[in-house]
């Protein structure tokens, strides 16, 4: 009996180890969790952090060819053909890609623009908004890392990020206007109603 009571209480004890002991390893698990999203989230470097519906005039080169938007009454006209009517959420979408942007290095000692390709930039993104205009100099491509340079009108720190701006801001005026379906879609819901 007594034998039966001592392995009783050692099954027990044995038993509240492993307890405490998984209970150790999860909150340690927790823990470390919390301690590598806190690093993450540090890690990160903002660049731009905008709501996209603030903007009122967008414009960026593209072939040599400035072409500038802007925002009215919440529409958007391309500046040189008001007449153009023009996808919104296209538009939209183009800000958007530069509405967050976040940087994989920060770049703060540089001798020479040129060689970021910020000398000369790939592309020039202006975007206006009531506190101020935004201007974004896209650069060359880091050939090791794919990422690219960027630079912030007024900043004197540079940027490699991972988008590539100079191919997201290579959309024609045709590739942001309303196609012709569409169009005649909208005019025939009109004309019905």
Same mark, same amino acid.
């Given at each position: 009996?007594?034998?039966?009571?001592?392995?009783? &209480? &050692?099954?027990?004890?044995?038993?509240?180890?492993?307890?405490?002991?998984?209970?150790?390893?999860?909150?340690?698990?927790?823990?470390?969790?919390a301690l590598e999203t806190q690093a993450a989230a540090e890690a990160v470097i903002t660049v731009t952090d905008f709501d996209a519906s603030d903007i009122t005039a967008?414009?960026?080169?593209?072939?040599?060819?400035?072409?500038?938007?802007?925002?009215?009454?919440?529409?958007?006209?391309?500046?040189?053909?008001?007449?153009?009517?023009?996808?919104?959420?296209?538009?939209?979408?183009?800000?958007?890609?530069?509405?967050?942007?976040?940087?994989?290095?920060?770049?703060?000692?540089?001798?020479?623009?040129?060689?970021?390709?910020?000398?000369?930039?790939?592309?020039?993104?202006?975007?206006?908004?009531?506190?101020?205009?935004l201007i974004i100099y896209v650069g060359s491509q880091n050939q090791v890392t794919g990422n690219y340079y960027i630079q912030i009108d007024g900043q004197d720190e540079?940027?490699?990020?991972?988008?590539?701006?100079?191919?997201?801001?290579?959309?024609?005026?045709?590739?942001?206007?309303?196609?012709?379906?569409?169009?005649?879609?909208?005019?025939?819901?009109?004309?019905?109603?």
């Amino acid at each position: 009996m007594k034998k039966q009571k001592r392995q009783m &209480i &050692i099954i027990v004890a044995v038993l509240l180890l492993l307890i405490l002991g998984y209970l150790l390893l999860r909150a340690n698990n927790a823990r470390q969790e919390a301690l590598e999203t806190q690093a993450a989230a540090e890690a990160v470097i903002t660049v731009t952090d905008f709501d996209a519906s603030d903007i009122t005039a967008l414009s960026y080169q593209l072939d040599g060819e400035t072409l500038s938007f802007t925002k009215t009454d919440d529409v958007w006209n391309y500046d040189a053909d008001t007449s153009i009517d023009l996808d919104e959420d296209a538009v939209e979408d183009l800000i958007s890609t530069v509405s967050n942007l976040t940087a994989e290095t920060k770049i703060d000692e540089y001798n020479d623009l040129s060689e970021y390709g910020l000398e000369e930039p790939v592309n020039t993104i202006k975007l206006s908004m009531e506190s101020g205009d935004l201007i974004i100099y896209v650069g060359s491509q880091n050939q090791v890392t794919g990422n690219y340079y960027i630079q912030i009108d007024g900043q004197d720190e540079l940027y490699l990020i991972s988008t590539d701006l100079s191919s997201e801001f290579a959309s024609t005026v045709e590739d942001l206007t309303v196609e012709e379906e569409e169009t005649e879609s909208t005019e025939e819901t009109e004309s019905t109603e």
